[in-house]
């Protein structure tokens, strides 16, 4: 018999910060709402540290750029944990929304939401076809929409996440899915683990006592408990105010209490809570961040402001610590800190190990979810270590495996659609990001790009360079004054050598022909840098990223075009991937600039052009959302005088811009000439410096 008749200690578990990946945020479109607050210090309090928060509301959704400003704005204020963003579906929004994709982590798809449904499989299914294949889906669809939604998800090959399973029939085939290998995954609220309409008959969002049984028997296909908005719905279909944290400070006793009757262990709600979480939402680590839990101390729920179904109940497993980045922020559920230490993470990428010696370990590809996400019940995947940042990093950053960029000559913008687009603008703002938080990657680690520039340039050659280096790559520069192109070598051959060098090549070159010689004969993939007057794809590109950044989308903006519109290649790559977009064009330029009659033509049969004129008239301008300057093209002229006839046709300065709205951009690919004066770079409508700054 053991001495020992009584035991004062108890034992305390430390586990990794916790994640609710559905936070409902009841007012989370709205800027007067303190919704977001309420909610970060209650889910710190509760043991969550990294919460992602459901994009509809209680009768409002993140729908567009507009009503996800709210949101990320408080972020930028300050939470008290981390938290990440998400926009949802709606039946029209497919096309404006997979541009948003780069700016937030998953798309949601509402089919059973207390507001903003979806309502249609049909238009669910448009966004299968717009959204980033990198990014994460969402759905709260149920029965047939349910079968209807993983149906596509395999036919389009990409991850689904089922949100809030609540039924028998729900959870046995996503189960089957599993089975089959697909990569679909699920989470489950956590009252409705706990809570049935046996207790609560008219509650018809809760499973019925048969479903809860059947969720339980299936607990190795649950990859994720959640919090989810079922709590709200209980309070407010009982008739008990509906404040934003109801549920939170539940979850974790509810569970503990499951653990001290043996119904679940510690390790199954570390793998919910913390581990599949971090995976299947692809989130990023949190620094010297834990939660420890006193375990065997029963304890009764007390009487507080926010309404419990567990008042008065006897429960187990109380929070006695929160570490949010290195600091305790709460002690036995008494919140320490009133400084809001949380970030926005909807864009921050986990970061994955660099072998230190031995052959360089590929950049874990975009698509690395599938790879990693459980692929059978039960069966956990490998988990993404995580290293200091003083040994290399690389970010997942990739294009996905079938991208159309990859391995491929890149020589006109006429090649790619919306969609390619998407993925290419989604990829940067991760680089971007990615970047400016670890300064180089180890993405093209190994590769070397060769600049071959037969003309001159700044920014495309330097913005090559700096973008190898920054991605981990080397470069190879082709000086053609001193190369044995002045020996007579021909395009052809000089393309072929450096293309032994070298993994891929940048061309720039004046003849528009060029480009045919370069992909017939160089061995390796060409980007072209500008071909004569033809092309400037990655201009163009560049150009694009810009106008959504600096004017949240491209869809229904008046662009107006002024200068050089005949010799000006960025314009002519530019005016084609507007095809893609609604939107408005005005063509300024003097007789001689104008543009080349087919990109004309192509306008016009769009619908998308508006006006034509030789100057810059102050109607143009008040109905101009972007302003695309360029200069003079002096080298493509035959001779001077006609150069010197033109070359001051139209010019921008102040005076110019009086009648020019509050809200346009001042665009220019640069080099600058005498058509744009310098006086308006003071002007704040200038972005033409920081058009050079987003990275393509
Ligand atoms: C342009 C070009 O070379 O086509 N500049 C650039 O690449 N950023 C525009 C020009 O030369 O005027």
Known sequence: MSPIDYQTSHTTITLPGLINISAFVPGITSRESRDLETISKASVAAGFT???????????????????????????????????????????????????????RSLFIPFNHVSGNIGDVGAAATHFDQWPKSKLMVTDAKTTALAALLLLAS??????????????????????????????????????????????????????????????????????????????????????????????????????????????????????????????????????????????????????????????????????????????????????????????????????????????????????????????????????????????????????????????????????????????????????????????LDVLRGKVLGLVFYEPSTRTSLSFDAAMQRLGGRVVSFAEAQSSSKKGESLADTLRTIGCYTDAMVLRHPDAESMATATKFSPVPIINGGNGAEEHPTQAFLDMYTIREVQGTINKLHITFVGDLRYGRTVHSLLQLLAHYSVTVRLVAPARLQLPAKLRADLQRRGQLEAESEHLTDEILAKTDVLYCTRVQKERFANEAEYESVKDGVRVDNRTLRAAKASISIMHPLPRNRELDEEVDFDQRAVYFDQVCFPV
């Not at 919460?51 to 996800?68: F, M």
């Not at 008739?239 to 043996?262: H, K, M, N, Q, R």
């Not at 980045?325 to 919140?335: D, N, P």
């Not at 997942?396 to 890149?410: D, G, W």
């Open 50 to 104: 990294m919460i992602s928060v459901l994009p509809l509301g209680i009768d409002s959704s993140q729908i567009d750029t507009h009503t996800l400003h709210a949101a990320q704005t408080y972020a930028q204020h300050g939470a008290h944990c981390d938290l990440n963003f998400s926009v949802a579906a709606t039946p029209t929004n497919s096309e404006d929304i997979a541009e948003l994709a780069g700016h937030v």
């Open 155 to 440: 036919l389009y090959k990409r991850k689904l996440h089922v949100s809030s399973v609540t039924t028998a029939e729900d959870i046995r085939l996503i189960s089957l899915c599993k089975k089959q290998g697909l990569p679909i995954t699920c989470d489950v609220s956590v009252y409705a683990l706990f809570f049935s309409q046996a207790e609560y008959p008219d509650c018809l969002f809760l499973p019925t006592a048969n479903d809860q049984q059947v969720l339980w028997d299936h607990l190795s296909t649950i990859d994720i408990f959640a919090v989810g908005c079922i709590p709200y719905q209980l309070a407010a279909a009982k008739g008990y105010a509906t404040t934003a944290e109801v549920g939170i400070a539940d979850t974790l006793p509810l569970l503990f209490t499951a653990v001290s009757e043996g119904r679940l262990t510690v390790p199954d709600i570390t793998a919910r809570l913390h581990d599949n979480p971090k995976q299947i939402f692809n989130l990023p680590d949190q620094d010297s961040t834990s939660v420890e839990i006193t375990l065997d101390r029963p304890y009764v729920v007390p009487a507080s402001s926010t309404w419990s179904p567990l008042l008065g109940r006897t429960m187990q497993g109380s929070l006695s610590r929160v570490v949010f980045g290195g600091s305790t922020v709460c002690l036995e559920g008494k919140l320490q800190a009133e400084v809001p230490r949380g970030q926005d993470m909807s864009t921050h990428m986990p970061i994955v190990p660099i072998e230190p010696r031995g052959p360089p370990s590929p950049a874990l590809p975009a698509e690395t979810l599938a790879d990693h996400a459980p692929a059978h019940d039960g069966v956990q995947a490998p988990r993404l270590e995580v290293v200091p940042l003083s040994i290399n990093t690389s970010a997942t950053v990739a294009l996905p495996p079938n991208s159309v960029f990859k391995r491929a000559h890149i020589t006109s913008v006429a090649q790619y659609t919306r969609a390619d687009l998407h993925q290419l603008f989604t990829i940067a703002t991760d680089m971007r990001q990615a970047v400016e938080r670890h300064g180089v």
